[in-house]
């Protein structure tokens, strides 16, 4: 689920240079190139709302997912359920074929909704895969049957205080300050189905880095891989608001380069390209200042374990920002076309993942800097039928 549109716009800072303000005119225009109503939905959560599933929802889709596509659509079925379906446009079929990562997506979308549920007073009856488990892809099928039934007696999870705070964080970390194993290991137990594990150990950390930049960097090699990152970049605030998904690269330097044209998909998409070289040491930035990692795995690999790995991302996530502690999930080495075949073989056996388990999720730790949230669809597009 890593997307790493911020390293890009560090790297893209080296590039430009002064050219923001000979493209763009000076701070007036700086000042509007925010994509602010992008984020509305942030704002919106759980407001104004007359029907207990819509305030559900309105959180729900704030949850983390692979590249942010959001593939997530909800059928209003009657007067108490939601059917949950996945949008089969916004699958990753280049770098997740099997369709595990969008799962895990979907398995954060469903905890957050059953959170934000409780919170106003329901319980949530979780049906999964209720017309079968869709193999090897997810089609058009529902997800799963999420039911409400009113309980005045449900204790809300004290993990939904940090909701609207959680990110997922890819800037550099603190390196000078470590992330004690007390504090992972408090993390860890808000997992609830998935086998947590951690590691802050210097050389095991090193290791780890190393593995996971050289998934990172195949990735970047593999022209379809690539294209389809690339493909999802929205460069600048039009953009960004247009289609609020995929990997966003904000901000008035963004804009500069592109009206300059220094940022184009076509330089972002050759090796060769000065852009394409000079952006690498930046991209590996965050890789190297990651101060711990935690990692979860399954007994089996079932659209409902994956589900399940996905529920529990949410909670560990939200249990780091109860700490003041970031996470970013660092994908490449779990996914599974043959180019990252090695680096898949080479981590599993890193991390002591047995033959029977498959690794869900991969994350780094540290203290890293406030972030902005990432933008979102509004709720009403996020509602129809498959």
């Not at 089969?88 to 979907?106: A, H, M, S, V, Y």
Request: glycine share 8%; with cysteine; aromatic share 6%.
């Amino acid at each position: 689920m890593a997307n790493d549109g911020r390293g890009r716009r560090n790297f893209l800072k080296l590039l430009g240079g002064g050219v923001v303000l000979a493209a763009g005119g000076g701070g007036l225009w700086a000042a509007t190139r925010d994509p602010a109503a992008a984020r509305k939905p942030w704002e919106a959560a759980g407001e104004g709302r007359n029907d207990a599933r819509l305030t559900a929802l309105s959180y729900a889709l704030l949850a983390p997912n692979p590249h942010n596509r959001q593939p997530w659509l909800a059928d209003l079925t009657g007067n108490d359920t939601v059917t949950l379906y996945c949008e089969p446009e916004r699958r990753l079929p280049e770098t997740d074929p099997f369709d595990r990562q969008i799962t895990i997506g979907l398995g954060c979308f469903i905890e957050l909704f059953v959170m934000a549920a409780a919170e106003h007073g329901f319980a949530t009856e979780v049906q999964l895969f209720p017309e079968g488990e869709p193999q090897p892809r997810l089609d058009r099928r529902p997800v799963a049957t999420l039911r409400l039934v009113s309980d005045p007696a449900i204790r809300p999870d004290p993990l939904f205080a940090h909701v609207l705070d959680r990110r997922s964080n890819k800037e550099a970390y603190d390196t000078s300050r470590p992330v004690a194993d007390e504090a992972l290991a408090a993390i860890a137990k808000a997992a609830r189905s998935v086998r947590v594990a951690h590691t802050d150990d210097a050389g095991k950390v090193a290791a780890l880095r190393s593995l996971a930049w050289a998934a990172m960097e195949t990735e970047l090699l593999t022209p379809e891989a690539l294209k389809e990152s690339v493909d999802l970049m929205r460069i600048g605030r039009a953009e960004i608001e247009a289609n609020p998904d995929g990997i966003d690269l904000s901000g008035p330097l963004m804009e500069g380069l592109k009206l300059a044209g220094l940022l184009t998909r076509e330089a972002l998409l050759d090796p060769q390209s000065t852009a394409f070289r000079q952006q690498m040491p930046v991209l590996k930035e965050p890789f190297d200042t990651a101060v711990a990692f935690m990692w979860t795995t399954t007994a089996g690999n079932r659209r409902a374990d994956q589900i399940a790995a996905g529920r529990d991302h949410l909670r560990l996530n939200l249990a780091a920002t109860a700490r003041g502690i970031a996470m970013q999930p660092l994908s490449q080495a779990l996914q599974e076309y043959a180019e990252m075949k090695p680096h898949h073989e080479g981590m599993r056996a890193e991390l002591g993942i047995g033959a029977d388990e498959t690794l869900q999720m991969l994350v780094r730790l540290g203290y890293g800097p406030a972030i902005k949230a990432s933008p979102r669809w509004p709720l009403e597009t996020r509602i129809g039928s498959a």
